[in-house]
């Protein structure tokens, strides 16, 4: 029924105009068409002097009115070292386009009435005029000089590279449809090589891991920075043309797929001190959420954000990453608690050009983790606590002999001797019941005396070490399943004395 009521409405609207329009028609036929004419130039006129003079003042109020939510303005002045430069370039183009804004209005809008057609009016023709050429000519000359000037010292301050010895963060943003996968470097400080041919689903980025630098790089859900800290972006894009966007920071850069691009920032602002300073102003001081009152304030909940500025597919809008700059104390802890993404992900898996070898950072991890062990036994006084299973001892099968990847695992013996210069320790040996006990008794003090020698050698005195062979006789898994079996082909060290 209402479908119905707004069709008859919009069909009496049709005869009311087409109605309006034969009665002018016949009034001009009355009248006179020239008068007419004349009536209607001379209501033109008025009508576009009102409306110039309404158009520029809402021009101005509309301005100051979301003055405080534009970017530039109010509390949403840049929030990195450069973006300053890049705000007052914009505002002093800004002065000077709005003059020529105002002015080309005004005369086009004064042109119109002014000139309005008359009766007997006749045209005015201005052949030439050397005055008005050259001021045309010359003011715009100046200040476009001016305005390119600024332009490049702007542009050579802010696109300026990091110099070699000068101290920054670098992170990586790859974009892809949709999404920004982000890397960041490890411990070490540096990012690893990529090749685009290395991309599958579980190396998305085409890290090489034959590259030491990438076995530390870690991939965070969102950028979180250090205020007052140089940050260099790596910028890639893996299919279509995208754009990074760091609107509070004034970055902008494309992100081309094969040509990677970078920027240099130094954020100023952590995003507290950027909450607060919204707080200050009444159009945050309203609920985040307008249907839930009792929702936090919208300065409470405001974040900076990473954006793709180019149209680059249906789900563009969804590449919106957050961005958190904090303390550099708040950083460091943020730091401690990402994960390598090749430990995690890569480690061990038939993508790992290096399962068959020991990293230094395992190494490094496997000896904090023996002398954890043995700083407990060592405060305990539980006979048993004093047994501690030498994890990564590892003997080819069937043999005394220790395997490569063991060595490091000796060295560590030898530096909690050296540390406590009082301890004397038991090397035991145990296997699992597979076949005659009397031999599996004989492999396992073979195997606890293997590495005798080398710790004999490394400056430990000979009465500080004890090697016995248990062979089958102490197992503490079930022999019946494989797992119980390799649990029970082992090597511990006892402390007995300390």
Same mark, same amino acid.
């Given at each position: ?6 069709? /008859?409405?919009?069909?009496? &609207?049709?005869?009311? /105009?087409?109605?309006? *329009? ?14 007419? $004419? ?35 303005? *109010?509390?949403?002045? #840049? ?9 007052? &370039? ?13 002015? %080309? ?6 042109? =119109?009435?002014?000139?309005? *057609? ?33 332009? &490049? ?38 990012? *690893? ?22 076995? @530390? ?11 007052? !800290? ?24 494309? #992100? ?9 920032? !130094?954020?100023?602002?952590?995003? $507290? ?9 009444? $159009? ?33 809008? =969804? ?32 993508? @790992? ?15 904090? @983790? ?25 003997? +080819? ?11 490091? +695992? ?11 210069? @009082? ?7 145990? %296997? ?6 009397? =031999? ?5 003090? #073979? ?9 004999? =050698? ?14 089958? %006789? ?22 007995t004395a300390q």
């Amino acid at each position: 029924m209402t479908a119905f009521v707004i069709i /008859v409405i919009i069909i009496l &609207l049709a005869i009311v /105009v087409v109605q309006i *329009g034969k009665v002018t028609e016949l009034s001009a036929r009355i009248r006179g068409e020239e008068e007419v $004419e004349m009536r209607n130039n001379r209501l033109q006129g008025r009508w576009l002097m009102v409306f110039m003079v309404a158009f520029l003042v809402l021009c101005f109020l509309s301005a100051g009115w979301f003055k405080n939510w534009m970017l530039g303005y *109010g509390p949403h002045e #840049a929030a990195s070292e450069h973006g300053k430069t890049l705000d007052s &370039l914009f505002n002093l183009t800004l002065f000077f386009t709005g003059i020529v804004f105002v002015l %080309t209005h005004v005369a086009l809008f004064y042109f =119109s009435w002014k000139y309005h *057609g008359r009766k007997n009016r006749k045209a005015s023709f201005i052949a030439h005029n050397n005055t008005l050429e050259i001021v045309w000519s010359a003011i715009p000359a100046v200040v476009m000089t001016l305005l390119v000037v600024k332009g &490049l010292i702007a542009w050579n301050e802010v696109m300026a590279d990091v110099g070699p010895d000068e101290e920054h963060i670098e992170i990586e943003a790859t974009g892809y449809q949709f999404a920004w996968h982000l890397r960041y470097p490890g411990p070490d400080g540096a990012l *690893g090589t990529r090749d685009f041919r290395k991309i599958t689903g579980l190396n998305p980025l085409g890290q090489d891991w034959t590259d030491p630098k990438n076995l @530390d790089d870690f991939h965070p859900d969102e950028i979180v920075l250090p205020v007052g !800290t140089k940050v260099r972006v790596r910028i890639t894009a893996r299919d279509v043309l995208h754009n990074f966007y760091l609107p509070h920071f004034r970055v902008k850069m494309d #992100a081309v797929p094969g040509i990677p691009t970078y920027f240099v920032f !130094t954020p100023t602002k952590t995003t $507290e001190e950027y909450r607060e300073e919204l707080s200050q102003y009444p $159009e945050y001081q309203v609920p985040a959420d307008p249907t839930d009152p009792e929702s936090p304030m919208l300065w409470e909940i405001y974040n900076y954000e990473l954006a793709c500025a180019e149209l680059c597919g249906a789900s563009h809008f =969804s590449m919106r990453r957050i961005v958190r700059i904090v303390s550099e104390g708040e950083y460091q802890n943020w730091l401690a608690t990402q994960q390598s993404y090749y430990m995690n992900n890569i480690r061990g898996t038939d993508a @790992d050009p290096l399962r068959e070898q020991v990293l230094d950072v395992e190494i490094a991890e496997r000896r904090e @983790d023996f002398n954890t062990r043995v700083e407990s036994a060592l405060a305990s006084d539980n006979p048993d606590d004093k047994v501690i299973q030498l994890d990564h001892l590892f003997f +080819e099968s069937g043999s005394a002999n220790l395997t490569d990847a063991s060595q490091y +695992e000796l060295d560590n013996i030898v530096q909690i001797l050296n540390r406590y210069p @009082d301890m004397q320790i038991e090397i035991g040996g145990h %296997t699992d019941n597979t076949g005659d006990a009397e =031999s599996n008794l004989t492999l396992s003090r #073979a195997r606890a005396a293997a590495d005798m020698p080398r710790r004999v =050698s490394a400056g430990i005195a000979e009465d500080r070490l004890t090697a016995v062979g248990y062979g089958q %006789t102490r197992p503490v898994a079930d022999n019946d399943t494989e797992d119980g079996r390799a649990a029970n082909r082992r090597t511990e060290l006892k402390i007995t004395a300390q």
